[in-house]
Each structure stands twice: as structure tokens, then as C-alpha cells.
């Protein structure tokens, strides 16, 4: 994968738990980053990805993923881990 598919599969991930949570983005971005405008400006291009927090962002939306919804196809799910600690 690379970076554009990494933030692309993260903001739709973080988009389809808000929406199902019926969450904003900031509230989404703080529980999976604990920076509440973090997601945000990945969305905005203002700030990049490094493999370490992709890595913690989306084993935190596999630990918290609600069971009532399906995890997205087309995005790599990580093994369960059953953490919930943030990136």
C-alpha cells in the first residue's frame, strides 16, 4: 500500500464508525488518536501519516469496530488484539 491508500482507507474507516456512531469527525479523531483535531488535518493534506501511527489508528478502529457493522472489504482489517489503547 501507499501513503494516499493508507489516509484514504483511514478517513473512510473513521467515517463510517462517526456515522454509525453518530459522532464528528473531531470526536472520532479523539478517540482514536486522543487529538481531537488530528484527523482532520489528515483530511485537510495539512499533516502526513507515519507507518507506526497508521499502524496504532486502524488497530484501534479493529479493537473498537462495532459489531453490528461490517468492517469495509476493501481495507486490510489487522488480527484482534482486544486493545483499546489510542495511537
Known sequence: MNANTDIRNILFLADLYGRHR????????????????????????????????????????????????EWPRDVPRPSASGSEDAA
Open 22 to 69: 453518530y459522532h464528528a469527525l473531531s470526536t472520532v479523531s479523539l478517540r482514536a488518536t486522543k487529538q481531537g483535531a488530528y484527523l482532520g488535518k489528515l483530511k485537510a493534506g495539512e499533516i502526513g501519516l507515519t507507518l507506526g501511527r497508521r499502524d496504532r489508528i486502524v488497530e484501534w478502529f479493529s479493537s473498537n469496530w462495532p459489531e453490528d457493522l
